[in-house]
């Protein structure tokens, strides 16, 4: 659980970051492809670390994402490959 849970802590860290320099160009964009890249590999870090437990991987492909989150998840997925693989997104103000 410690190696998810520092993910999900940079995830949000990076998030914070995106908050206090939303004007400031070009920190706003370096912390929101930085967000993208560790709220993605979340559930990545999740599966590797948790796959260990009996009965986890069970669990997890029972598991359905709602319409909102598949949603959400799609678009982090697309951004996140956009900022890899062509080039850092320019978002903030």
């Known amino acids: 659980m410690e190696k998810t849970l520092f993910k999900l802590e940079e995830a949000k860290f990076f998030l914070h970051k995106i908050r206090e320099e939303r004007t400031n160009e070009p920190f706003c964009s370096y912390y929101f492809n930085a967000f993208l ?5 979340v559930l990545w870090v999740m599966r590797a670390e948790y796959s260990k437990i009996e009965g986890w991987e069970e669990w997890y492909q029972c598991k359905e994402a709602t319409e909102e989150e598949e949603k959400i ?5 697309k951004y996140r490959n956009l900022s890899q693989k062509e080039g850092s997104l ?3 103000d």
């Open 73 to 77: 998840m799609h678009k982090i997925t």
């Open 37 to 41: 890249s560790s709220a993605r590999s």
């Open 90 to 92: 320019h978002t903030c």
